[in-house]
């Protein structure tokens, strides 16, 4: 099953000697609340792909380089990271409840860190969601919590590969069964159940790559990261990682390198 698009401000351009179609950047998907392809900078803030208009803004020293395998991507120097407006996302009804994937390519370095890749955290100082790369415990978490603190699920599973490319996927979905599932390149590695709805409480605030109490730096280099209300599937994530977040979404690439799903699999 594909994720709904609902296509805004759309220019098609049909070929009548086929069936191709190409479309213009400024699609929107239905539960998608953030995402950053790292294409470029904006007046220190990194444009969010998604049409939410929530452009992080850049804290710290984050470039954008050039990658061999990649293209363009985003290089984090210890202790940067993008800073969202929770109040934003709050207001438009968009912080995730019912479900909540984060997506994101990520290489990180060996330094025996833990790498967040995004964070939020409650008014009551209660840490929401835990997407990392622990690099000194050899292995993935993906964690969310409820209202009050309550933990939904607490998942370590996989084993990190520093220095090189990998997908990152945390999903979940309260409705479905097991609730929470964490692909890494499109395979999957441990999963958890999970009924309760995720706390909508992000008072203290949401970054990507670091934490908000300034600990668990992301040190490395990140790609196509994003943040849904939906859980996907295993098919979607393989999908995902053969076309790349932008042909996924029907919006044309901006000179993006695309990763297929061969590739991933010769690198195990």
Known sequence: MK?????????????????????????????????????????????????????????GNIKIVEDPDRGKVAEFESGSYLKLEPEK????????????SILAWVNVENNGAHHAIFNARSADNTWLTHPEIRVGEATYRWLLRAAAGNKIFDMKAGSPKPGKWVHYAGTYDRKKKPGAILF????????????????????????????????????????????????????????IIEKGLDRFLAVNPTGKLTSTWATIKSSR
């Open 3 to 59: 994720v709904k698009i609902y296509l805004t401000s759309i220019l098609a351009l049909v070929l009548i000697s086929g069936t191709s179609q190409v479309f213009a950047a400024g699609d929107k998907s239905e539960g998608l609340v953030f995402y950053y392809d790292y294409s470029e900078i904006n007046n220190g803030k990194v444009p969010d792909q998604s049409g939410n208009g929530y452009d992080g803004e850049i804290e």
């Open 89 to 100: 996302v709050k207001k438009d009804g968009n912080i995730p409840t019912n479900a909540f």
């Open 184 to 239: 890494i390149n499109g395979k999957r590695v441990g999963e958890a159940a999970g009924e309760l709805p995720v706390s909508a409480d992000w008072d203290q605030g949401a970054r990507v790559g670091f934490n908000i109490d300034n600990k668990r730096p992301f040190t490395g280099m990140m790609d196509e990261v994003s943040v849904w209300e939906y859980g996907f599937s295993q098919e979607e994530v393989k999908e």
